[in-house]
């Protein structure tokens, strides 16, 4: 894999919409969300308006080689509390192995140097083991599950309840992820996603 300085965090932009659009509406994305319907241009509009000036939101573009590789959203940002939801998708299909891992490295520098917020909270589906793998790899503490909680594919879902402090971030897990990362650099395991 490049090195992680091939990696950019930076604000969405309008010009991005259409890109993020037709990258949410992949199966690969859009299966693994709460809400998996196909989005048409008029609801992406409407979406994007209600979400750019609002600061409980706040959506990344992460960037590969200067191009629009992944997007991360920060949610129910409370920024007295010091306290946000994340979200997170690699938009691109033949991103190096190790683009997830930085793709949440750099979101979790985010939140906690720049805004620096006190705790980050993710939400899974449970079927979502990649996604699990990656909470479990940037050291997400495990608070839970909801039961049940919608139905996919006639089956009935839990959500898996994972946690993140600026603390434990900054002292214990960043020092590994980040060693993970520059290991995976060093390897340079090519990787084509389905
Ligand atoms: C969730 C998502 C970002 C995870 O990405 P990813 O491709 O698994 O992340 P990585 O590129 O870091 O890992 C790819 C593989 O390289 C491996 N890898 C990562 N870091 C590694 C390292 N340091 N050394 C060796 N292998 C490593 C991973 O273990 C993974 O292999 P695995 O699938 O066998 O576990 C991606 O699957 C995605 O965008 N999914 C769709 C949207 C989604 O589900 N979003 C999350 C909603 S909660």
Redesign the pocket.
Known sequence: MPSVDSFRLRPLAETDLETIRLWRNSD??RL??YSDHIIIPEEHRRWYNRIKDDPRWLYLIMEYDGQPA?VINFREIDRVAGSALW?????RSD??????????YLALNHAFMVEGWRTLS????DF????L???R?LGFDNIGRRDKQLIRNGRLVDIILYTMTAGRWLKRERPRVEA??Q??AV?G?P?I?P
Request: charged share 20%; aromatic share 8%; net charge positive.
């Open positions: 690969r994305v693994n969300m992944g979200g997170f998708y690699l938009g991103l190096p192995r190790g683009s997830g891992t930085v793709m949440g993710g939400e899974v589906l979502n083991e990649p996604s793998r990656l909470f790899r993970l990362v290991k995976m390897a395991t990787m996603r």
